[in-house]
């Protein structure tokens, strides 16, 4: 990878884009315009945003309710942990509409005698894939608000926060979408049979959605080590966080 890729322009109004190496999509922070790298002619799919609706102060509050609740936690953690870092980062999504219908074969052997079954597994879904490539994010506890979802808008970012753009296209992610689609159909398959002789689905994909999600990203400390929390920019809510291991006193 060369350094030459900040000298790239937008093809709208000329601004220079920050576009990272990998990323295939920029999006101008100036002007908004869309665009895959290297095509000229804008973004056609339909492309959205989702309004952060926090700060640094209600993210930490919504984090210490977490770290309260529960009785899996050290009962002094809201307590005695210090928030280290807190970061806005604008993490780029697909969502990708997807209905599924799978035959299988296969063998139900928890009664007996073992006896060949086959049935149809039809869903429809609309699935998430990340669009950034080796990054830690837990993509199937996250569901994208429906409010607070507006058509793009890059007035409506955050200016301090981090904004990132996707490393795939849409065509690799509706093939991330279909691999993971297919995994949790033979998941679903396996809740009818035990053993699957021969398993087949079929695809039906409608048009994926670019979207920009507001995600807060936060490490917190707690007795001399420190974790880290994931928690979604439109609710509020935790997604993920570590909980510091402690030491139960069985009785
Ligand atoms: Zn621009």
Redesign the pocket.
């Known amino acids: 990878m060369s350094g030459i890729v900040s000298e790239i322009k ?6 220079p ?1 920050n576009i990272n190496p990998g990323e295939i999509v920029s999006t ?6 869309t665009a895959v790298v290297g095509a000229d002619e804008p973004f056609q799919l339909e492309h959205s945003l989702i309004l952060n609706n926090n700060n640094a102060a209600s993210v930490e509050n919504a984090l210490r309710d977490w770290m309260r609740e529960g009785f899996m936690k050290p009962g002094d953690l809201a307590k005695k942990s210090k928030i280290l870092t807190l970061e806005l980062r604008y993490l780029p999504f697909w969502l990708v509409p997807i209905e599924a219908t799978s035959t299988y074969e296969g063998v139900l052997e928890r009664i007996s005698p073992p006896s060949p079954r086959k049935g149809v597994i039809n869903r429809d879904y609309d699935w998430l894939v990340l669009g950034r490539k080796g990054a830690q994010f837990p993509t199937r506890d996250y569901t994208v608000p429906d409010t607070g979802k507006i058509p793009f808008d890059f007035k409506r970012i955050d200016s301090g926060a981090k904004f990132l753009n996707s490393e795939m296209t849409n065509e690799e992610a509706v093939e991330h979408a279909r691999e993971e689609v297919d995994v949790n159909q033979r998941f679903l398959a396996k809740q009818e049979i035990d053993q699957i002789t021969s398993f087949n689905t079929n695809f039906k994909v409608d048009k994926p959605t670019y979207i920009h999600a507001p995600i807060w990203f936060s490490t917190y400390e707690y007795k001399g080590r420190s974790y880290n929390a994931v928690l979604d920019g439109s609710s509020g809510m935790v997604l993920r966080a570590d909980i510091p291991q402690t030491d139960f006193k069985m009785i």
């Open positions: 937008c093809e709208n109004c000329g601004a884009l101008c922070r100036y002007c908004g315009y």
